[in-house]
């Protein structure tokens, strides 16, 4: 009895000892790994990111603090300002940024244009670090189309015309109290009224 007592001692004893001894090159692995140049280098990383990615973010330097325009002559530079100041803003944990390097250029272009049908490029470039510059290159009149809104017995007659660029793009609309009066405006064509339906933006005939 005795003789079994003890080798059942020595064995848990040993199982014991084996156990304890894989528990501490665990934790000794795992300490030598959060001491080595590997991990440290890691957390170096992380932090710098981290940093980067405030500056990028939220960093007051590179909010857009200024927005300019060039290359317009009928557009109104302050309202194309306001229009995209309005949409250069959003929100990221909580926060709200106007962060330069955030902004979709092409895509803030793109929304620019379809509020501005007078203008027949819009280009958005970023002047590092906190300035928009909107380039604009208006829209040349190929012809001018005209419906008389008075009857034509009238001894005034007045006409809505609309501006069509060489695409056949409407791009913008005039009151006239004599038909020859837009001179500089290309072709003129005078239609019935009503008989077409002039949309700003389009073409004037539909493909």
């Given at each position: 009895?005795?003789k ?16 304890y ?9 795992k ?30 330097i ?6 300019r325009?060039?290359g ?22 909580f ?7 955030l902004i ?43 419906q ?5 017995q009238?001894?005034i007659?007045r ?19 004599n ?6 405006r ?22």
């Amino acid at each position: 009895m005795p003789k079994y007592k003890n080798k059942h001692q020595n064995k848990y004893s040993h199982k014991h000892s084996y156990g304890y001894r894989r528990i501490y090159k665990s934790k000794r692995r795992k300490n030598v790994f959060f001491r080595s140049r590997f991990f440290l280098f890691f957390l170096l990383i992380l932090i710098i990111s981290g940093v980067l990615a405030y500056l990028v973010v939220f960093s007051n330097i590179f909010q857009v603090k200024e927005i300019r325009v060039s290359g317009n002559q009928k557009i109104n530079p302050d309202e194309i300002k306001s229009d995209l100041a309005g949409k250069i803003g959003r929100k990221m944990l909580f926060f709200e940024t106007k962060s330069i390097f955030l902004i979709n250029t092409k895509r803030m272009a793109g929304l620019l244009q379809e509020n501005y049908p007078l203008a027949e490029k819009i280009n958005l470039k970023r002047r590092f670090p906190s300035i928009l510059v909107i380039e604009l290159q208006e829209r040349s009149s190929a012809a001018t189309f005209c419906q008389n809104l008075e009857n034509e017995q009238s001894e005034i007659q007045r006409f809505d015309c609309f501006l069509v660029d060489k695409n056949g793009i409407v791009f913008e609309k005039e009151n006239f109290e004599n038909i020859n009066e837009p001179k500089e405006r290309g072709l003129i064509v005078k239609l019935q009224a009503g008989s077409i339906n002039f949309v700003l933006g389009k073409k004037i005939i539909q493909e």
